[in-house]
């Protein structure tokens, strides 16, 4: 029998509120993980950030890079036999640790995401020319991908221009009381 | 015969930068008699980025899209992942009455629960593509494409008593004419925003991805989204890969539209020696 310390299950209740998602059905099969086409690029797979969150293991799981790798294509969990969404733990996961300011796995995916966040909040769309302008900025790093940058704009893949919406007010209404709450917020 | 209209999301990738996925998707709707009307003032879904970080942004963003649908308008929708966010806001909208009511009080109009969110895919069940065409199986004149769906036909599983539109370009594609290639990596994600944040690991995608369809003889790829459709043209590694075309672009083409002129140099990888080879574009 295995004695688990006190709180052990606070985690896993606090993400399974926060996201709405019974992942303690996991089975363990491994079905994410095999299908999860990014594995590569994470330290836990799927399936084991999972496990991490049920035994408690909370800094591990919230300073992981698993949770920023994931992009969400739902691929885990159209495969997955017990119908969890993955994705939907991995969002509540990701809002964990941006509130608890732990140690970032993935520093550059927040602060694209920062970046396409103000964007919006700016413009209502996404502006894709200022988003990577302001992310390699950020950066500093002007060098990598220099050639596909230039190649995008020659071939009108990054309008100069934001396109943007009439109605601020509703911007506003959306964004000042849903405070982003990201590290680095510059 | 009238024009059925459809309330139209184009969504940030398409508005702003798939331009020939735009100009071609709304050629090939006007040519199967189907009016797409731009929804008034639409904002962003809220991308890959709101519900990774901030699910109250991520829940508002897509209600303020809903709310702006005229009454007794179907929402028709071509990016996937765009479909994805408003079709799970609505289910959960229709789901929460203290969602409803906040809903209502936000944006000022009564709930809908008779909103129709479909994605342009959806449009092959309700028109009959041959009707449009007199010779539809020499049209595409037996170019080898290779289908690329990236993550569109995985669902949440809330979402999974939605229509799956698995085989939907297989079929639509050899029906008018082209050579259907299988060839195992259909639907693989193309790594959406690791493309900008962790460009190795979208490379490795997808070049696999790429070099699968090649290997088993494509010729080009389609796609269904826009994004998918700019990743597959930045991130791959090879040298001479083959083109991608958008789902729409060749649809609009075998349906004799004649305004190419301005989508195909929008590519990076140039499909035009492929389509002058094949007869399908003349020089």
């Given at each position: 029998m295995i004695i688990l310390k006190k709180g052990h299950g606070q985690l896993a209740r606090e993400v399974q509120e926060r996201?709405?998602?019974?992942?303690?059905?996991?089975?363990?099969?491994r079905t994410c993980t095999n299908a999860c086409p990014f594995v590569a690029g994470m330290d836990y797979p799927p399936n084991a950030l999972l496990r991490l969150v049920q035994m408690g293991m909370e800094q591990e799981a919230l300073e992981s890079s698993t949770i920023w790798v994931?992009?969400?294509?739902n691929t885990c969990c159209s495969f997955c036999p017990m119908a969890i969404d993955i994705p939907a733990v991995m969002d509540s996961l990701r809002e964990k640790a941006l509130a608890a300011g732990v140690?970032?796995?993935?520093p550059d995916i927040v602060s694209f995401h920062d970046e396409v966040l103000k964007t919006i909040e700016k413009y209502g769309r996404t502006h894709k020319l200022e988003i990577m302008m302001r992310y390699k900025l950020k950066k500093r790093d002007?060098?990598?991908?220099m050639g596909v940058g230039l190649k995008m704009l020659k071939k009108r893949k990054?309008?100069?221009t934001p396109s943007r919406i009439k109605d601020q007010k509703a911007l506003k209404k959306i964004f000042k009381k849903n405070k982003t709450k990201l590290i680095g917020n510059s | 015969m009238g024009k059925t209209s459809y309330s139209f999301f184009p969504g940030c990738s398409l508005k702003a930068s798939g331009h020939e996925n735009t100009q071609s998707l709304l050629k090939f709707c006007d040519m199967v008699d189907i009016e797409l009307q731009e929804l008034s003032d639409w904002n962003c879904?809220?991308?890959?980025?709101a519900h990774s970080v901030n699910h109250d942004v991520a829940r508002d963003l897509p209600l303020r899209n809903i709310s702006l649908v005229p009454r007794g308008q179907a929402l028709l929708i071509a990016c996937p992942s765009c479909l994805i966010r408003l079709k799970q806001s609505y289910l959960k909208l229709k789901s929460d009455g203290d969602l409803q009511k906040k809903y209502e009080q936000d944006w000022g109009v009564p709930f809908d629960p008779t909103l129709e969110i479909i994605h342009f895919f959806e449009l092959f069940k309700r028109?009959?593509?041959?009707?449009?065409?007199?010779?539809?199986?020499?049209?595409?004149?037996g170019i080898k494409v290779a289908p690329y769906y990236g993550c569109m036909l995985s669902m949440p599983p809330d979402l999974r008593r939605e229509p799956s539109h698995y085989g939907l370009m297989e079929e639509a594609l050899s029906s008018l004419g082209a050579d259907v290639i299988s060839y195992g990596?259909?639907?693989?994600?193309?790594g959406t925003y690791l493309s900008v944040a962790k460009p190795k690991l979208s490379e490795r995608v997808v070049t696999q991805i790429i070099s699968r369809a090649m290997d088993a003889g494509a010729e080009c790829l389609v796609t269904a989204c826009a994004m998918c459709h700019l990743n597959l043209e930045i991130r791959c590694a090879l040298k001479n890969p083959i083109p991608a075309f958008h789902f729409s672009e060749l649809l609009s083409m075998a349906l004799?539209?004649?305004?190419q002129k301005k989508w195909f140099?929008?590519?990076?990888?140039?499909p035009l020696p492929l389509l002058k080879q094949r007869g399908l574009l003349k020089s």
């Open positions: 996201s709405g998602i019974n992942f303690n059905a996991c089975l363990h099969c994931c992009v969400g294509c140690k970032i796995a993935e002007f060098l990598s991908d990054l309008d100069l | 879904c809220g991308s890959s980025s028109i009959q593509l041959k009707a449009y065409i007199k010779d539809p199986t020499t049209r595409l004149k990596y259909e639907t693989q994600c193309c004799g539209a004649e305004n140099p929008k590519h990076i990888v140039d």
